[in-house]
């Protein structure tokens, strides 16, 4: 393949953790938040199952490690299951971020397998004040419960609070999830992108570590430093494959104009810097 001068091969470090928004699809709306402006009538995008499965070959030949299916939500992919079994085939960590609105049983049976994790994010111990987030009547009791069970099946969960407005319970949400026994529980803000926007994104609004140890794919399979820098294209992983995007000069650019923070984010089990894993890191002005 000739490589454009956005391409031109320069050298670059593989990110080891690659998040894959498989799906734009969700049963929730979020008004306030998504960074994806998921919703129940989005479509899973111009990604085919064979492009997802091509895709993971890619990763764990380049030297990616892990791998989160997030979206919308993931499960609600029509071959989930087989995404699934193609990263833990080739050896890949997986971690799937649910919303734990709705869980098959048959999806309980993939998430106790080894080398599985399950995030998940919650607001508040008030359903009121979930579901307002949620705007999904119901949606509190579903995931508290759904949390229950994957505590129950002694599934490895780590649980994200995103404060999205003033007087949220959040300190009342982590009590009530660390009396539960989940044992990874921190905390974010709401991130200026997809319906948090409330200025033009730029990368002051990222954490610092984007490009670095870490990419993401989107749903038409364009990679961009991490799903909240969703607004830094930096090719496309369906036409040009991972490789070629991972050497390339758009990529190598785009990781140097990311300011990097000028304190550590702080240390956790997994080597990811998002809701689900790490406390809120601040955008490195």
Same mark, same amino acid.
């Given at each position: ?8 091969? %320069? ?146 969960? /780590? ?7 003033? $007087?949220?319970?959040?300190? /009342? ?19 200026? %992108?997809?319906? $948090? ?50 050497? $390339? ?37």
């Amino acid at each position: 393949m000739t490589l454009t001068s956005a391409q031109t091969e %320069v050298p670059s470090a593989i990110p080891e953790f690659l998040e894959l928004e498989i799906t734009g699809r969700c049963q929730l709306t979020c008004p306030e938040l998504c960074y994806a402006k998921s919703g129940p009538s989005n479509g899973h995008g111009e990604m085919s199952t064979d492009d997802w499965k091509r895709l993971i070959s890619d990763a764990a030949e380049v030297g990616v490690k892990k791998v989160q299916f997030i979206g919308g939500e993931p499960t609600l992919h029509p071959d989930f299951e087989a995404l699934v079994n193609r990263a833990l085939v080739l050896g890949l960590t997986l971690q799937v971020y649910s919303n734990l609105y709705r869980v098959k049983l048959e999806h309980w049976e993939l998430f106790m397998r080894p080398r599985v994790t399950v995030a998940t994010s919650y607001y508040s111990d008030d359903p009121a004040e979930h579901e307002r987030v949620t705007n999904r009547r119901g949606s509190h009791a579903a995931t508290r419960a759904n949390i229950v069970e994957a505590l129950r099946h002694r599934i490895p969960l /780590q649980v994200g609070i995103v404060e999205v407005f003033e $007087g949220q319970r959040t300190a /009342q949400a982590r009590e009530e999830l660390l009396a539960l026994g989940v044992r990874t529980v921190v905390t974010d803000r709401v991130r200026s %992108v997809g319906r $948090g926007e409330v200025h033009i994104p730029s990368t002051d609004d990222l954490c610092g570590r984007c490009a670095k140890g870490r990419a993401a794919v989107m749903t038409d399979g364009t990679v961009t430093p991490c799903v909240l820098g969703r607004f830094l294209p930096t090719g496309n992983a369906k036409t040009d494959g991972l490789a070629a995007v991972f050497s $390339g000069r758009a990529w190598a650019d785009t990781a140097a104009r990311i300011p990097a923070r000028t304190d550590a984010c702080p240390p956790d089990d997994s080597g990811d810097c998002d809701p689900a894993n790490t406390d809120a890191c601040d955008p490195a002005y």
